[in-house]
């Protein structure tokens, strides 16, 4: 099956300061890569998605870039702010598995 | 539209006792999952439902039962409870279908604990 590992664990940043996660994925048919923002005792919640034909995506602070080759994707995160801080979860989707596997999470906290 | 609802919120059981969390959805989903989050481990996938009357295994799915008999309603079984199961539960629903993903949105999850 798919297995998604994610890097960091935990990462600290000044606040105004960029922030890269980055993750990898074994199944070479995955074609669909959320990214999850969860705070604390909060479900988990979409801020980004790209799809497997897409190379690049960006939303404002947020942008996910896809390497297909390499199985690599990445959330980068510009000037960041303190309610940015949370638990970052990457995740890809098999289609033909029908299921979604997630990355085992990144503590982002934004430092004043 | 509520979204993804979930039922109890908290809930304590002991060693061996069974118990359903409820979910429910009322955007016509097709697409149904539960997962369980547990420190350092991410979201891991129990069980799933790509229709009414379809389920199927996730990554943990021992220990675990689960039926779609409607689109809206997706209950997860705990037949025996263990102090492993202890976890936090989201159950999320998507419009994905015939392999095609989506967003999939989560309910705000039952914290479980077994003594």
């Known amino acids: 099956g798919e297995n998604v590992e994610q890097h960091p664990s935990t990462l600290s940043v000044q606040e105004g300061d960029s922030a890269v996660i980055k993750c990898t994925y074994s199944?070479?048919?995955?074609?669909?890569f959320p990214w999850y923002k969860q705070e604390l005792g909060k479900r988990p919640q979409l801020i980004i998605d790209i799809r497997s034909n897409v190379g690049e995506k960006k939303d404002q602070r947020i942008a996910v870039t896809l390497n297909k080759t390499a199985k690599h994707f990445s959330l980068h995160i510009t000037e960041t702010q303190p309610e940015d801080s949370a638990v970052y979860f990457c995740a890809a989707f098999t289609g033909g598995g029908n299921k979604l596997t997630f990355g085992t999470g990144t503590q982002l906290k934004v430092e004043l | 539209n509520a979204g993804v609802t979930q039922t109890p919120k908290f809930q304590v059981l002991k060693t061996g006792q069974s118990m359903t969390l409820q979910c429910a959805q009322d955007m016509n989903h097709e697409y149904m999952s539960w997962y369980r989050q547990d420190p350092g481990m991410g979201l891991r996938l129990i069980h799933y439902s790509v229709g009414a009357g379809i389920t199927d295994q996730g990554e943990v799915p021992n220990g675990y039962n689960v039926s779609r008999s409607t689109t809206e309603d997706f209950p997860l079984r705990l037949l025996s409870a263990a102090p492993s199961q202890t976890s936090v539960y989201f159950c999320?629903?998507?419009?994905?279908?015939?392999?095609?993903?989506?967003?999939?949105?989560f309910g705000p999850g039952t914290r479980l604990t077994v003594l």
């Open positions: 999320a629903s998507s419009a994905a279908s015939g392999g095609a993903a989506d967003t999939q949105y």
């Open positions: 199944d070479s048919a995955s074609n669909y």
